[in-house]
């Protein structure tokens, strides 16, 4: 009889425990706001300042026995690579927003947010500010979603954890930031000047957004095509700007031609005349971000899906650009993450993110063959000259010997310092 | 579904109201043997905040005298699937082969993912297990001596911790990723029906 008791008991425990059915969901994240300050503060500490460890590696630009290195948005490592044994950070130069490079003579180039920066780097250890072009750059007003202030630049940013109780997100599913805008991201570019551009005044990687072709600088925006001349290093003019399309990603020379990559397809531009670029062919492909590399027969494209490139797939395009009026897609090959890439001769590196660095024999395109592979390196950039390679990854800078290119051996690396 | 929940609830009660006044009448002790290994396979609904949802169990342990302590685990479909590992007690009330129980289940919750949980601008996905505990009230009615028929009403939590690594709007790559840290507190109500194998000579 007294178990019985205990069933109404039961029930009433039952019901009272329905208002203890709370699912508590605890959020935690950081915003990120800018710190600002005044553009002539900005430019009065763009110079050589103590070498500081490289924390978010960007574009690479190499020069003589001098890397340059961008670290995200923040300015410049000068790294001397006498010894690519042991490579040492010099100095680094405060470029508040920089991801672009590109070196000429004594003459840095660089993007600052909108605008762009010479720095004379004729004693790396001393680099002095030169000139400002402005607005060579009009999309990048906007940082990490914040307008940049006219009369001011985005220096850094300020983290602020947040913790707050949510309601259910969807069942096995997470639900849009709100605050994607706030949060801070990295925004990059850089410079290229290929092997084949003559005379050589520097090597970039392929994303590089810059490319200096004899006297000319070539800077592409997000639509357009910058011609600037740097005849007198230290003071470059900008003489034309030529329309090229939407999404405009990267820039890389190729003797008397630029191949422009944009997210919709790859564009070829005579030099002939450097100060009036003309478009001669093109090819579409999906909605994707592609830098590219070319040799006198061969484009090779990689193409990246993902958030802001969209598209879906990840893939090497190889076309046939002998009749540049006419540039035809020969094949594609699968990747998994790919970005930069660079060739040498028959071979192609390709950076293909979280699967690391891959070497490829291309002298059939038809069937290119996977020499070698180093792994467990995220890669984004490469430069290959002298049979050596610079990589640009999430864990470093880093330096291989391709001599045998079917077994790359590591000469260094300059690691990351979170 | 809350609906579903009250009606078994309901089923249960009466269920439970009609075995216990067999006891009266069976005044028999089926579990003569002090301590035996036994096997308890069970399965149910959880009702939380959310929903309502699907779970199962095996329980593994030895039986003595009118305690049992054992090891289980199982899937809990309840908003994400889970697999408790826990330690379970129980004591029954009575010696006899009907009886009510008390149980109490602690140990750890692991999720365990299902397909691609990307959505658009997400890199990847980590999550980190988290407690679990139940408390359980019930009834055990013995039907021989090797199998018994077991059902249950409990408060349960589990608790595990989601991290997801996201992409912002970037231009121009590298582009650093960001971290959000999700930690769940589930709590619920459980109602189980349970089937006993009892391994004694």
Known sequence: MRKIILLPFLVIIVFALQSCLKDKITRTYSVFEPIYKSKAEVQAEIKSSTAVSITNPGKIYMYGNYIFLNEVNKGVHIIDNSNPANPVIKAFINIPGNVDIAVKGSALYADLYTDLVVVDISDPLNATLKKVVPKIFPERVYASGFVVDSTKVIVGWAERKIKENVDMPPAGRGWIRRDVFLSFSSSMSGTATGAGAAPVTGIAGSMSRFSIVNNYLYAVNRSSLNVLNISAVNDPQLQNTVGVGWNIETIYPFKNKLFIGSSNGMFIFDISNPVAPVREGSVAHFRACDPVVADDKYAFVTLRAGTICQGTNNQLDVINVQNVMSPQLVKSYGLTNPHGLAKDGDLLFICDGSDGLKVYNTSNVFSLQLLDRVKNIETYDVIAWNSKLLVVAKGGLYQYNYSNPSSLSLISKLAVNN | ?201
């Open chain 2, 1 to 201: 579904m809350k609906k579903t929940f009250l009606l078994l609830l309901s089923f249960v009660s009466i269920l439970s109201g009609i075995t216990a006044q067999e006891i009266k009448q069976v005044q028999k002790d089926s579990f003569g043997e002090k301590k035996f290994f036994s096997s308890q396979i069970s399965t149910g609904i959880v009702e939380g905040e959310q929903n309502t949802n699907f779970h199962i169990e095996l329980l593994n342990g030895f039986r003595y005298k009118t305690w049992f302590g054992g090891i289980g685990t199982g899937l809990d479909y309840y908003y994400y699937r889970t697999i408790p590992v826990y330690l379970s007690g129980i004591k029954y009330l009575s010696p006899r082969n009907h009886s009510f129980f008390v149980q109490g289940d602690a140990g750890v919750n692991f999720v365990w993912e299902e397909g691609n949980m990307n959505v658009w601008n997400e890199v990847s996905h980590e999550f980190k297990p988290g407690i679990y505990w139940n408390g359980i009230v019930g009834f055990a009615t013995g039907l021989d001596r090797k199998n018994a028929f077991s059902f249950g009403l409990g408060y349960s939590q589990k608790s595990f911790k989601e991290i997801k690594e996201m992409t912002v709007i970037c231009f121009n790559p590298p582009c650093e990723n960001t971290f959000e840290t999700y930690k769940y507190n589930l709590k619920r109500l459980t109602l189980r029906i349970g089937w006993q194998f009892n391994y004694s000579r």
